[in-house]
T-cell receptor, first 116, second 113 residues
Framework: AQTVTQSQPEMSVQEAETVTLSCTYD???????LFWYKQPPSRQMILVIR??????QNATENRFSVNFQKAAKSFSLKISDSQLGDAAMYFC?????????????FGKGTKLSVKP | EAQVTQNPRYLITVTGKKLTVTCSQN?????MSWYRQDPGLGLRQIYY???????DKGDVPEGYKVSRKEKRNFPLILESPSPNQTSLYFC????????????FGPGTRLTVL
């Protein structure tokens, strides 16, 4: 069964600095999708960025980028120029497109604090 | 506005009293699902539906029921709630393809006493 591991329960970053959140996953599949979701105190789940496993190029969305290492099964999220509004819980998620569910499998989350 | 709505947002109930959490989406999405979020465990899927009248169990289905009579609605039913079902519940939907973004509802905070 696929699993997603986020080894950092909590992280802290100074405003305007860069922080990297770690995520590793376990799968025997070669084709899959990976996602990072943000959950601010409002509890709303917000998609930050996604990556298709067959694409070698790392996805970027403004200040958010990923370091996708397929062989290492690693999918870290880099937040540049951190802002106070980035403070949230961040979840890494995996989806196997051929699975009967197309289910999102989530990690346990990393709580990010941003210091002014 | 494209959205997933859930009601109620907050609910406190007692053990054994049947309840339903409604979920509705206005994006004509085929796929809908329910998750529960517990501290230290992330989100886990309860049930999902690939389309009308097609539902199946997720990873933690015990104690829950669902139905999909209309494409837009996917209610979550707790026939006899127990304290271990105290949790934060999310409904989500997406268009069929797996790469597509999954849209989440605002969450329902359920407490079972």
């Amino acid at each position: 069964a696929q699993t997603v591991t986020q080894s950092q329960p909590e992280m802290s970053v100074q405003e305007a600095e860069t922080v990297t959140l770690s995520c590793t996953y376990d799968t025997s599949e070669s084709d899959y999708y990976l996602f990072w979701y943000k959950q601010p105190p409002s509890r709303q789940m917000i998609l930050v960025i996604r990556q298709e496993a067959y694409k070698q190029q790392n996805a970027t969305e403004n200040r958010f980028s990923v370091n996708f290492q397929k062989a290492a099964k690693s999918f870290s999220l880099k937040i540049s120029d951190s802002q106070l509004g980035d403070a949230a819980m961040y979840f890494c998620a995996y989806r196997d497109p051929r699975g009967s569910q197309g289910n999102l499998i989530f990690g346990k989350g990393t709580k990010l604090s941003v210091k002014p | 506005e494209a959205q997933v709505t859930q009601n109620p947002r907050y609910l406190i109930t007692v053990t054994g009293k049947k309840l339903t959490v409604t979920c509705s989406q206005n994006m004509n999405h085929e796929y809908m699902s329910w998750y529960r979020q517990d501290p230290g465990l992330g989100l886990r899927q309860i049930y999902y539906s690939m389309n009308v009248e097609v539902t199946d169990k997720g990873d933690v289905p015990e104690g829950y029921k669902v139905s999909r009579k209309e494409k837009r609605n996917f209610p979550l039913i707790l026939e006899s709630p127990s304290p271990n079902q105290t949790s934060l519940y999310f409904c989500a939907s997406r268009r069929g393809a797996s790469y597509n973004e999954q849209f989440f509802g605002p969450g329902t905070r359920l407490t079972v006493l």
